[in-house]
């Protein structure tokens, strides 16, 4: 297919496609003559890909080239690439600050109070160790209780995930792992912000109920 | 306090609390001269609390106005604060996108078929479209059975989340669920993250011992 096709069915503007080529993000076409090229599906497929890294991970360009090359990796155990992807992955959290080093401990802490098995260094704990602190500073500190129901939910997604891998074909698993590592946190924080909803509703009805109660009998 | 007391105390720099306090986020102090005035712990709580809003949900200026507004409206159920609030906070996910109607319609179905009650106009609906739809795009699709899994471990982190809420004190209880909602979203993902991490570690280790015993058996 042709550049304007290619844009059309990837949904990735020319320029922009030709800015992914320039970077070499995106292999060259099938030279058709000096102003042409021709491109197949493999190439769709790549441009797919890196919509999905900028769009929904906000990767910058420099972090794309990075996972990509993790992706095409030969002779790399997709478990091996997942972890050196979820590195590579922008940062959990709007926030530009870097976790301080007493944070990062902390987390490690807590980690090691549950029982977790963790890498001391991931950029993963020092995420955590930040949006602990910050939930401290703002008064809303969350014990080690609370937590652990966070713990275990995460364990059973988790679990759920790697269910899913795709272990025979490597290079699907390892892109499966790579992007659905962060292209599935914003389906679950949407499911928790609608299970929020659901039972804020369960609450109100309860609360109604309640009232009538009192109305008619007078029970507290 | 002195501004300087209370830009040190809340870790935001004075030129940041001067503005705050020129755009009315933050209540004045008690004049003591035409140069000086003082503060006390309800500006240092108030502060903290828009750092949060600001850095940790990356809210805008006027995204902390609102949210700060629907934290201060007198009589009305956390609940109802909550619900207004999530609708105030910035959207899942870094992507400026809006979601296609057509994706928020799909959601909705997928919704209904899993039981869940929603509002069809909330913006989340429309996030968990964008989500699933970018899934699909890059290869990816999550079923019905995989998201499941999410929405029921979503429920369980939401109840636990509800247990905690203040009720007993309005103000405490409406800043508590519109922060909670979402400043424990990071602390979700990175347990989602360090979860993937430690299954994974038990995965290679399972791998070895077949690797193992293959060698001393040559079993499959």
Redesign the interface.
Known sequence: MRISELSERS?VPVATVKYYLREGLLEPGEVLNARESSYGEGHL?QL??I??LV????ASISQVRQILSIIDTPDQ?P?EA??KA?SSL?A????G?SAAADESQRAAHL?ERLG????PA?P??A??G???A??D????R?DD???T??????????????A?VPWADPRAAT??AV???A???????????????????E??AD?TEITDNDTTTGAP
């Open positions: 949904g497929s797919r890909l919509r999905g769009h929904v991970l906000g155990s478990l997942m972890g979820t922008p959990i959290g709007e926030s600050d980690l977790y098995r963790f890498d991931s993963t704990v995420q955590l930040s949006a602990l910050l939930a500073d703002v008064g809303i969350i209780d609370h937590i129901v966070y713990g275990e939910a995460a364990r059973r997604i988790a679990q759920a995930d790697f899913r892109t499966f992007l659905g590592t292209l599935y946190e914003p389906v679950l924080l949407a499911m928790r912000r609608l299970a929020h909803y659901e039972i804020g509703l609450l109100e609360a």
